[in-house]
């Protein structure tokens, strides 16, 4: 069995290129940006007030006085230069004008006619120099683009970015049992549930993805149903993974030409993950238990997708906890339990971790990671655990 360390590394060597694409802003969310992103201005153009008030030549003593000369609003420059004794009305954003070094707050006047007296000191300038945010030619790095990444871009006046094209999912499950949600199952059949899970873990993660129909436990029927595979970056099937007579995706898959295989990780649950390549797309063989295949698809086909998308630290983070009960050594494969985190910050696994349980993956939020040959643990212990 392969480490699951080894498993990852081999299965994001599988990944294919994908190309740039030049997309608007507008449509650039939770997408990785394949080229940087340089600033085409200053922002702030101009010292800007940062208050509304009134621009002077320098900070003022209570009790001076200013004639007001003019107006400076956001959007409309004062043109004229102040000179001492004189104030010109300006609002949050406007350009200082020339001659100003000073906003002084409005509550701290009181206005006289065409004049103001200052009733009290301001506790700085309220200027924001020009390009104190950014200037012309800073870059923004390689990322993936949150909303507050699209506001600092549009504010650089670049209106579209090069990111790498989304990376196509194709999904099919497994199985003489399985129907689809809605439809009527015979006694002796369930509901087809896992492609639902992977589906919008991929999609959350950045892909698109082809949900095809389920491939029935007959070779010419996997077959078929691979086949619509063609022409995807990744194809991850699930169940038919294991021993038995009916696991067919093995024997399918390699008859199809599968290159660079692999099956069996030293991880529990998830042992008969397989994967290759298969039509020029990464392949992944997911075991056919729910928990093992949405385990499985978090441990390797989200980091496969996201380095295929750029990001330089694709593998799943792992943080640490404090356990909150005494855990049994653990076996030959790493377990990765479904476990809950309290807001206090300890970690207590659930006590029944059947690979079958979704209520109990359902309740999880976090996967604790116990690695292979892990000693006994007492309460207290520090341990790793994955986000959920
Ligand atoms: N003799 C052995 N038997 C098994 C071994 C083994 O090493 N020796 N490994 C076990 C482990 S571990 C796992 S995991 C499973 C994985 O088996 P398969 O990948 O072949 O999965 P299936 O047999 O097709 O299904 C297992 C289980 O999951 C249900 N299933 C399948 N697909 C779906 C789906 N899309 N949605 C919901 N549920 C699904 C299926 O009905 C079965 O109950 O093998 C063990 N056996
Ligand atoms: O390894 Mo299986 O994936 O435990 O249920």
Same mark, same amino acid.
């Given at each position: 069995?392969?480490?699951?360390?080894?498993?990852?590394?081999?299965?994001?060597?599988?990944? %294919?290129?994908?190309?740039? !694409?030049?997309?608007?802003?507008?449509?650039?969310? #939770?997408?990785?940006?394949?080229?940087?992103?340089?600033?085409?201005?200053?922002?702030?153009?101009?010292?800007?007030?940062?208050?509304?008030?009134?621009?002077?030549?320098?900070?003022?003593?209570?009790?001076?006085?200013?004639?007001?000369? #003019?107006?400076?609003?956001? @959007?409309?420059?004062? =043109?004229?230069?102040?000179?001492?004794?004189?104030?010109?009305?300006?609002?949050?954003?406007?350009?200082? %004008?020339?001659?100003?070094?000073?906003?002084?707050?409005?509550?701290? =006047?009181?206005?006289? #006619?065409?004049?103001?007296?200052?009733?009290? $000191?301001?506790? @700085?300038?309220?200027?924001?120099?020009?390009?104190?945010?950014?200037?012309?030619?800073?870059?923004? @790095?390689?990322?993936?683009? $949150?909303?507050?990444?699209?506001? &600092?871009?549009?504010?650089?006046?670049?209106?579209?970015?090069?990111?790498?094209?989304?990376?196509?999912?194709?999904?099919?499950? =497994?199985?003489?049992?399985?129907?689809?949600?809605?439809?009527?199952?015979?006694?002796?059949?369930?509901?087809?549930?896992?492609?639902?899970?992977?589906?919008?873990?991929? !999609?959350?993660?950045?892909?698109?993805?082809?949900? &095809?129909?389920?491939?029935?436990?007959?070779?010419?029927? &996997? $077959?078929?149903?691979?086949?619509?595979?063609?022409?995807?970056?990744?194809?991850?099937?699930?169940?038919?993974?294991?021993?038995?007579?009916?696991?067919?995706?093995?024997?399918?898959?390699?008859?199809?030409?599968?290159?660079?295989?692999?099956?069996?990780?030293?991880?529990?649950?998830?042992?008969?993950?397989?994967?290759?390549?298969?039509? #020029?797309?990464?392949?992944?063989?997911?075991?056919?238990?729910?928990?093992?295949?949405? &385990?499985?698809?978090?441990?390797?086909?989200?980091?496969?997708?996201?380095?295929?998308?750029?990001?330089?630290?694709?593998?799943?983070?792992?943080?640490?906890?404090?356990?909150?009960?005494?855990?049994?050594?653990?076996?030959?494969?790493?377990?990765?339990?479904?476990?809950?985190?309290?807001?206090?910050?300890?970690?207590?696994?659930?006590?029944?971790?059947?690979?079958?349980?979704?209520?109990?993956?359902?309740?999880?939020?976090?996967?604790?990671?116990?690695?292979?040959?892990?000693?006994?643990?007492?309460?207290?212990?520090?341990?790793?655990?994955?986000?959920?």
């Amino acid at each position: 069995m392969m480490p699951v360390d080894e498993a990852m590394a081999r299965i994001m060597a599988l990944a %294919p290129e994908l190309a740039h !694409e030049e997309i608007p802003l507008a449509a650039a969310a #939770g997408r990785w940006l394949a080229r940087a992103v340089t600033a085409e201005r200053d922002q702030p153009p101009f010292d800007a007030s940062a208050m509304d008030g009134y621009a002077l030549a320098c900070a003022p003593e209570p009790g001076a006085r200013f004639r007001v000369i #003019g107006e400076a609003g956001a @959007g409309h420059a004062f =043109t004229g230069v102040i000179g001492e004794g004189q104030a010109v009305r300006i609002f949050t954003g406007a350009p200082v %004008p020339d001659g100003a070094n000073h906003v002084t707050l409005q509550e701290n =006047t009181a206005p006289d #006619g065409a004049f103001i007296t200052i009733t009290d $000191r301001d506790s @700085g300038s309220n200027i924001r120099p020009r390009g104190q945010d950014f200037r012309i030619g800073d870059q923004i @790095g390689l990322r993936r683009l $949150r909303p507050s990444d699209l506001a &600092l871009i549009a504010s650089m006046n670049v209106a579209k970015v090069t990111v790498r094209r989304r990376p196509v999912v194709a999904i099919l499950s =497994t199985g003489d049992e399985l129907v689809m949600p809605g439809e009527s199952p015979r006694a002796d059949q369930i509901i087809a549930s896992n492609s639902f899970a992977i589906k919008a873990m991929a !999609e959350a993660e950045g892909a698109e993805t082809r949900l &095809l129909p389920i491939a029935r436990d007959t070779e010419p029927a &996997l $077959r078929q149903v691979l086949e619509l595979a063609r022409g995807a970056d990744v194809i991850v099937t699930s169940g038919g993974a294991s021993v038995g007579d009916h696991d067919l995706v093995a024997p399918v898959a390699k008859s199809l030409g599968l290159e660079a295989g692999f099956w069996k990780v030293a991880l529990r649950p998830g042992k008969p993950l397989m994967a290759g390549r298969l039509f #020029g797309a990464a392949f992944l063989g997911l075991p056919g238990n729910p928990v093992s295949a949405i &385990l499985c698809a978090e441990l390797f086909l989200l980091p496969l997708l996201r380095h295929m998308q750029g990001d330089p630290s694709p593998r799943p983070r792992l943080q640490q906890a404090r356990l909150a009960t005494d855990l049994p050594e653990n076996g030959p494969r790493a377990h990765y339990m479904r476990a809950k985190v309290s807001p206090g910050g300890e970690i207590t696994p659930f006590g029944r971790q059947d690979s079958a349980l979704l209520t109990v993956l359902a309740e999880a939020n976090a996967l604790m990671v116990r690695p292979v040959g892990d000693p006994a643990r007492q309460a207290g212990d520090l341990v790793d655990w994955i986000a959920l």
